[in-house]
């Protein structure tokens, strides 16, 4: 990160003092510790190559690492000026191939300078600090029961074979393509560790996916272009069988392209494989929730939950169209004392307490060879 703007910390960078002595402190995550050798941090009132405070990390554990780094353990090259510091920078080493893994992820989260000398300033943070979330229930964010001009553009709505309200929406083709952008999820409080997406799928003869050549993908994104701020799941890891399929993906097995999306501001959905033999592929009731919701990611009673061209049974069984249902239970005379028409709404709360980060830093991976 370049062009930051810490301002005068009156801080000592040399000739440290027991009352003053310039301080870094940050949490650091790694997935795999064995895939990591070293963390190199730069600290910069110039550019990387001049006026640096450099800190080589090893040692570090699986997991979140709190990290305390003191000017008089790091390499000083010219003159770094505490009050006038611009640059930050991380670089990840990988471990060699026969000590670790080529591939791994990390994280980096509340970086601050501070006062060294003062040993409560480098103390662990408390789990006060902590994000709480309250992430979203299982939640149908598409209900596959229409098509229009952003939604499943140029494909046809089934309503004699589905799993959910109205009907699903139907595909056929030498390939799928379905795509639903401009979608109004709204907040979810979900991270991509927390995250599920899950949509019962229909595959008309499951052995055309295994054809060579055929393949496919599942997108989520807080962009409605492809390949920005998306994570992917691949069609052909899913085993799928021929006919109806509850499909569940949790987003720590997903893949991320153009970026990390935003969960609270979720607005595309896309499903696609390609040179598959002339079938069908239906989509119906695709649904958001969170990995503790397990009612959430069970296989819906489907047969409760579709209705007859949109016929529904009221409490007292007599039948009504679209969203109007009798409440009143009739008995005697058969005249109906109360009909409510319209739907039922919801409402959703959720809270977040979001930390504050000092500084913005970028990250630098680097494959030992």
Known sequence: ATGLSVGKTDLMVSDVTSVNEL?????????????????????????????????????????????????????????????????????????????????????????????????????????????FRDPINATIIVSCDTVSSTQFTGNTIDRTDYREGLGCVRTEGAGYGLTATYLNVGKTDLTKDTLVLAMWIYIQDAELLQAEGVNGQIELSSSNSFDVNEIFWNVMALDLQTGWNWVVLKGADAEVTGGMPDFDNLCRFRLYINNVAYSTLKLDRITLTNIYDEEGMAEPDWEAEISDDGTFVGPNRTLATNSTYLETVVSGDPIFEEVTTGGCGGSQASAAILLTVAAAAGIILRKRH
Do not use: K
């Open 23 to 131: 301080g870094l402190t940050l949490w650091f995550f790694v997935e795999d510790a064995a895939a990591v050798e070293s963390l190199e941090i730069v600290l910069s009132s110039a550019d990387f190559e001049n006026n640096t405070l450099t800190w080589t990390v090893t040692g570090l554990q699986t997991g979140w690492n709190w990290l305390t780094l003191r000017a008089s353990e790091a390499e000083v090259n010219g003159l770094p000026d505490a009050d006038a510091f611009t640059a930050l920078r991380f670089t990840v080493t990988a471990a060699a191939a026969e000590e670790g893994y080529a591939a791994f992820r990390t994280l980096i989260d509340r970086v601050s300078l501070v006062n060294a000398a003062v040993a409560e300033n480098l103390a662990q943070p408390t789990e006060d600090e902590a994000i």
